[in-house]
């Protein structure tokens, strides 16, 4: 396989869990703003929203205030945003096209239909009634073509290279939720309680569609430390960094088999799964939940870097 | 449908066309000079009368939802930038039957073989120059002939391995070539395509006709990609198509080609010399490549030989080539094959070295670099197609008949001018064929391409890519000039 084949591969994953993403974000950000609540600051939520889109620079670079419209236009349908929704479908699509060799049929074309509908959708034209079905469209879209890989692609290194790409997405996702929301999990927080707080946890679970499961789980209420453990160390739970590392650990394994070589990313990813596997939460809050998280994403993002290199993504 | 409705649309469209006289009387292939439906057209005429125009209209739509569902598009050149768009697609299919097909074949086979020796001896001792049947500048001037390919051995001596001949019919018997395409043809993705979507919206007709299936074409292109891989190697060859990339009008073929053969698809900056060999970078670091199918142009191949600002190819690669370290398909200086200029004189180079007649005759052409012949172009443009000696595609074409006043004294300036870049054949009256239009069923003109392939042996799947031209009586078939396609079917006995 060529390097760009992999790194296309690779990029096309991430854009398509990213879109997802974006869609659950928005519409977490959403529910917040729509609950009537005191004072000021219904606004505010989209701030933390964008931060955890990662978004919150480009943002406040072309808009001054947070305004709803705004906000869903910039996660949605921005061009000039290169993680809105509409962005990620573009790339996908693009290097999808570029692999198309690469790519089932059923594969290829659960994107570029996806590509061709979004792109038919007038933002203006999106009520605020509306909008949920716009996003879990995107959230199906998503769905449809991780099942067309899953059902139809061959197990060779085009699988492990978009599965590489899906969950360090994903764990990067998750990871930079827990990153911005981290002090709402935190102990004195719990003390001072109220519904603004378990407001707070419940959206947590739900941007990474994990309020239902979590019941079936704990069977008791939302608990700071227990979300966080969900999210972090739980290995059922199909978000975790936990299994998104379990995930990553497979492919990389697979292709250190199917190629008969190992390299750096292998130690990288062996060290970082040996973390999420023998941890324990209380640790974890002991020593900080919020360096454990940045340490993390370092982790995460050079093991992308690494994984470029073990693999010539880029020639 | 009413089909009497339809025959009336012809009458209509017909009286009302201001083309010449031989136009008006064109041969159709369904209704022959209108003297009963013809054999191969029994059972698809039975089936059309039976069918509603909205029905017909409705698949027409299906269809085109397929093809952009797949992806199957291509880029205009000049328009928004990578807009893709999907070429016209027809539903009721061109039908030859197995005896045309017999003659076809064998006057294409008879082609191919001519042209291919044709370009070993010019590439070689000339003796066809020094025969004095082609004129020596029209060969060495011609900015289609690559010096740099002189006393080059390409495996099994082939310098064009896939070769498309456009064909047109203008009566029973008479079938003329108006080209060949001997450098990088396009449109067999759509011979493919046309034939999928075909049997998946019209099952019934296949089982009421013998149609020879094309689906051969991608096993018969690999086999002869690995039939000219270089001499000295051992294995398995490694074979790989080389792209512009997805902002090419043909990408979709492209990628289409490579998935159908399981080869890689590449771009000029996944490929390096090293070695010795020509290598793509993949995940685990060069590996060789032994057959190289091309699907760029000889000037972008090579900055270090031919145009050194392209990004496109490989620097290194024609030395490689050149020291038989790598085959390169279609080989570099093939468009001496295909040029205008030397068209005229393609009976004589089949006669030379095939020693017979050509099967599939040449339409007249008119060199403007000769005087005598200039003049009677100038006399007589209304008649008459002019085309750029180095012109494709349909660009920078005068179509006598149809062109206003206006069109025909710009191209009197050019030509006057700038003879020698043109030549001129008459306006021949294409076949026509029933067409889905938006009032009904009319006849368009059409042509066909066949892909003949040529490696350890002549391979040829039983059809082609039939072009149409979808305005009314409009002889200019280019998809980049708002040409269709059908699917084309070869019948067996």
New interface residues.
């Given amino acids: ?6 790194n296309d591969l690779y990029w096309l994953a991430r854009y398509v869990e990213r879109a997802e993403n974006m869609a659950r974000l928005t519409e977490v950000g959403y529910r917040i703003v729509l609950l009537p609540r005191d004072g000021d600051g219904t606004h505010e939520e989209w701030r933390s929203t964008l931060a955890s889109a990662g978004c919150a620079q480009g943002y406040f670079s072309k808009f001054e205030s947070l305004n709803t419209r705004d906000v869903i236009n910039y996660l949605l349908f921005d061009f000039s945003n290169p993680s809105s929704v509409k962005s990620c479908l573009a790339a996908a699509r ?1 290097n999808g ?2 692999q ?2 690469s790519l089932t ?1 059923d594969m ?2 659960s994107l ?2 996806a590509w ?1 509908e979004f792109s038919n959708i007038d933002p203006a034209s999106i009520s605020a009634g509306e909008l949920p079905r716009v996003l879990d469209w995107v959230r199906s879209r998503s769905a449809l073509y991780r099942g067309a890989l899953l059902n139809t692609i061959l197990r060779n ?1 085009t699988f492990f290279f978009s599965q590489l790409g899906t969950f360090l997405e994903r764990a990067d996702n998750t990871a930079r939720i827990l990153d911005v929301k981290y002090y709402v999990l935190l102990p004195q927080i719990e003390m001072v309680g109220g519904g603004v707080d378990a407001v707070q946890w419940a959206a947590i679970l739900r941007s990474v569609s994990a309020h239902r499961s979590y019941r079936w789980v704990y069977k008791e209420n939302y608990k700071p430390w227990r979300i966080a453990e969900y999210l972090i160390l739980n290995q059922a739970m199909p978000r975790s960094l936990r299994s998104s590392y379990d995930e990553i650990s497979v492919a990389l394994n697979d292709l250190a088999n199917l ?1 008969g ?1 190992r390299a750096a990313c292998h130690d990288t990813v062996a060290a970082t799964r040996a973390l999420l596997a023998n941890g324990n939460i209380d640790d974890i809050f002991q020593s900080g939940l919020h360096e454990f998280i940045e340490d993390f994403i370092i982790r995460n993002n050079r093991l992308g870097n690494e994984v470029a290199e073990a ?2 993504f880029n ?1 | 449908m009413d089909w009497q409705s339809g025959r009336k649309l012809q009458q209509q469209e017909q009286t009302s066309l201001k083309v010449g006289a031989s136009l008006r009387k064109a041969f159709d292939e369904m209704n022959g000079a209108g003297d009963g439906v013809r054999a191969p057209y029994t059972a698809v005429s039975e089936w059309l009368g039976t069918q509603k125009l909205d029905d017909l209209k409705r698949k027409l739509l299906e269809a085109e939802t397929m093809f ?4 199957i598009t291509f880029a205009v050149y000049g328009k928004e930038e990578a807009a893709e768009r999907l070429i016209p697609f027809d539903i009721i299919p061109r039908i030859i039957a197995a005896a045309e097909w017999r003659r076809l074949t064998a006057g294409i086979e008879q082609r191919v073989r001519a042209l291919n020796a044709f370009m070993y001896d010019i590439y070689h001792r000339q003796e066809i120059i020094k025969a004095g049947k082609i004129p020596e500048e029209l060969v060495i001037s011609n900015s289609a002939f690559v010096p740099e390919m002189m006393g080059v051995e390409p495996p099994l001596g082939i310098y064009s391995h896939i070769i498309g001949i456009d064909i047109v019919r203008t009566s029973e018997n008479d079938f003329f070539v108006l080209e060949d395409n001997t450098r990088t043809p396009s449109g067999v993705s759509y011979m493919l395509e046309n034939r999928e979507t075909m049997m998946h919206m019209f099952p019934d007709l296949f089982a009421r006709n013998r149609v020879a299936p094309v689906d051969d074409y991608p096993e018969n292109l690999l086999k002869t990609l690995a039939s000219v891989a270089p001499r000295n190697m051992d294995g398995e060859p490694t074979i790989a198509l080389l792209t512009p ?2 902002y090419n009008s043909a ?2 073929e492209h ?2 080609l ?2 159908q053969m399981g080869v ?4 000029g ?2 490929l390096i010399v090293k070695d010795g060999y020509l290598q ?6 060069p590996r060789r490549i032994d057959v190289l199918y091309r699907r760029i142009d000889d000037d972008f191949l090579d900055p270090l030989v031919f145009r050194p600002d392209s990004i496109l190819g490989v620097p290194g690669l024609f030395d490689l080539y050149r020291a038989g370290r790598v085959s390169i398909v279609n080989a570099p200086g093939g468009g001496i094959a295909d040029d205008k200029a030397i068209y005229s004189y393609i009976p004589e180079i089949i006669k030379f070295y095939t020693g017979r007649a050509p099967i599939l005759q040449n339409v007249p052409t008119y060199n403007c670099r000769k005087p005598d012949e200039l003049k009677y172009v100038l006399d007589h443009l209304p008649e008459l197609v002019v085309k750029e000696v180095h012109g494709s595609g349909g660009y920078g074409m005068l179509v006598g008949p149809t062109a206003s006043k206006a069109e025909i004294e710009a191209f009197r300036q050019k030509l006057t001018s700038n003879a020698s870049n043109y030549i001129a054949q008459p306006t021949l009256a294409l076949s026509t064929c029933p067409t889905l239009v938006e009032a009904g069923v009319a006849p368009r003109h059409l042509d066909l391409r066949p892909f003949v392939l040529f490696g350890d042996e002549v391979r040829l799947s039983a059809g082609g890519l039939t072009r149409v031209a979808l305005q009314a009586g409009s002889l200019v078939v280019n998809s980049s000039q708002g040409g269709g396609t059908k699917d084309t079917w070869v019948l067996q006995d």
């Fill in positions: 396989m060529l390097g760009r084949t992999a693009r096209r570029a198309r060799t049929r290829w074309e570029n239909s061709i290194d190629y070589a693999y010539h020639g | 952009r569902r797949t992806g990339g997805q990408y979709f990628s289409f490579a998935d890689e698809l590449v771009e900056h996944d793509m970078k993949t995940t685990q670091g």
